[in-house]
């Protein structure tokens, strides 16, 4: 009754009104600090829909051969004992007789035959009666847990794209309220979906990946048209919501599936989603120009600090100059920087909790919580970054394109560095982790290196920009689910054979690294400029 109360006191629905009694409520916030917090918000949910999968492909799934989540480190107890490999050589022979005899016991087992074969189960799983809060896991194979897994990038990769067309269309706002709104249905009913066949959900998947690329490339539209020039890489840290949105939902939803059932996995969080929707409509606007509740002297600052940089109207795309973009070396240098990135994003969304739960042998609730401490410290060093970045760029201490070139150091030379060592701690579970936690909390770097360089080069199209590189970055989401499978999945998920995808993980980020320091530019590029304004200077130069 408190908040209801509240409501009506501040104005109940007059939120059109800059007169409205909810704004001068809301006025002691600054309004770009509110907008700050509905990005935030907007990158956590997303985040929340995109992990759902990777999260509940564990309790969703029966554990047939090659497919088991026991974790291969509980099938070999010396591992837990074990140091760095090479500083620890007499291991070797231990680990050899203990390999011999459990390779004997395997090869039994083996001879036992199956009641069932793999293809009659999956084909006798789909013809199961639908039910609610069954909680009963499907028979599924490796390769289609990988491909379910996979189904989000297939969608997020084109959803990039159209997110920038959308959100240089109808606005951020729009783009963000509707999509959101069809994700929340759509992972609604994938429980119910998911019992018809495996296909539906992997199609239900694509849908909430396209839905889901649209949020990223709308945001930073938001940050172009809102941000003061000296407070931008605090805006983009803004973006890191979706950080936080991991760290809050691998324990959340493990929890659920292992507490309750995996059903309610995606229910809860598609709930929370819709009360979110309800805010983002209420509060959020395109434009300092087009907020009823903004204080006109915080308008102006907003304005005046852009001056010259960013364009009030919202270009139309044949005023974008799609030439120049994508024969720009700096931009072209920046999509292959923001690869490195979005790969060990997707290596540690995709992947990640495979490793926790079936390599190294935690407890779902265990392996979930475990997996979300990266991302706080990629949050936390984030926002460390962010506000040095700011710093260094108001004083001047060092050129914007040299700060955007030695942050990649921190976001993806020592992640990688970090990521190679994971793969050598074996089992030792803290040791991991300490790692795990290092590779992607020096990520939070980010901010300041390929998440802001976008807007560096074209505040009147970083939207569209960001649209591109999230386009070719999200590839690499289709590629490590497959690829994880593929190498390590059905072999057990030997250490051993996650070595050989960590040394993946880390050459693709450190030579991204290094295409983006000898072509990479901080600078506004000429093209920046709208090509209507452009041909309008050109005409007045000749009058």
């Known amino acids: ?17 800059p007169d409205a009694k909810i704004w001068k409520c809301l006025r002691w916030i600054p309004t ?34 090659g497919n088991t989540t026991g974790g291969a480190c509980s099938d070999d107890p010396s591992r837990v004992r074990r140091a760095l490999s090479w500083l620890d050589p007499g ?44 909680g009963e896991p499907f028979d599924w194979s490796p390769s289609v847990r990988g491909q379910l897994i996979a189904a989000y990038s297939y969608g997020n990769v084109p959803g990039n794209f159209l997110g920038g067309l959308m959100a240089m269309r109808w606005g951020a706002k729009k783009a963000i309220l509707w999509t959101s709104v069809v994700a929340a249905i759509v992972s609604l009913i994938s429980p119910i979906l998911a019992q018809l066949h495996w296909g539906v959900l992997l199609f239900t998947r694509i849908i909430i990946g396209v839905t889901g690329g649209v949020t990223f490339p709308a945001c930073h539209t938001l940050v172009a048209k809102w941000a003061p020039p000296d407070e931008r890489a ?19 939803v493990a929890g659920i599936a292992e507490k309750m059932n995996w059903e309610n996995g995606w229910y809860i969080p598609s709930l929370l989603m819709f009360v979110w929707i309800f805010f983002w409509f209420i509060l959020t606007y395109d434009t300092p120009a087009e907020h009823p509740g903004i204080s006109e002297e915080e308008k102006q600052f907003i304005v005046n600090s852009q001056a010259g940089t960013v364009r009030t109207e919202k270009p139309s795309l044949a005023e974008t100059p799609i030439k120049e973009i994508f024969t720009s070396v700096p931009f072209i240098s920046l999509i292959f920087c923001h690869f490195g990135n979005m790969f060990l994003l997707f290596f540690y969304q995709n992947a990640m909790m495979l490793y926790l739960t079936n390599a190294l042998g935690f407890q779902l609730s265990k392996g979930g919580l475990a997996a979300g401490l990266p991302w706080a410290g990629r949050m936390f060093l984030g926002f460390v970054f962010s506000w040095g970045g700011d710093t260094l760029k108001k004083k001047q201490i060092v050129s914007v394109t040299v700060l955007r070139k030695g942050a990649t150091v921190f976001s993806h030379l020592i992640p990688g560095i970090f990521l190679i060592l994971v793969g050598y701690v074996g089992c030792r579970f803290v040791l991991a982790n300490v790692f795990l936690v290092l590779a992607l909390g020096f990520n939070g770097a980010a901010s300041i290196s390929n998440l802001s360089n ?30 994880v499978e593929e190498i390590a999945g059905k072999h057990g998920h030997a250490i051993e054979r996650w070595q050989t995808l960590f040394w993946i993980g880390a050459a693709v980020c450190i ?29 007045e130069g000749r009058e």
């Open 1 to 17: 009754m408190f908040i209801i109360r509240s409501f009506q006191d501040c104005g109940g629905g007059l939120f059109n009104d």
């Open 234 to 252: 605090r805006f983009v840290w803004s973006l890191l919501g979706g950080t936080f949105g991991t760290v809050f939902t691998y324990p959340m």
């Open 454 to 483: 976008n807007q560096d080069l074209s505040p009147n199209f970083a939207g569209f920009l960001y649209g591109i590189i999230n386009t070719i970055g999200g590839t690499s989401g289709m590629i490590i689910s497959p690829m």
């Open 91 to 134: 291991a070797y022979l231990e680990d050899h007789i203990l390999a011999e005899r459990l390779k004997a016991a395997q090869d039994s087992v083996d001879k036992i035959r199956l009641p069932r074969d793999i293809t009659k189960r999956e084909t006798d799983s789909s013809k199961r009666p639908v039910s609610l809060f069954s």
């Open 32 to 65: 770009r600090v509110l907008i700050c917090l509905m990005m935030f918000t907007a990158c956590w949910t997303n985040y929340m829909c995109r992990l759902q999968m990777p999260i509940l492909a564990v309790p969703m799934i029966k554990a047939l051969p």
């Open 511 to 539: 030579v991204c690294m290094i295409i983006f320091i000898f072509g990479g530019s901080g600078n506004i590029q000429s093209w920046n400029e709208v090509r209507a304004d452009r041909q309008r200077r050109q005409e």
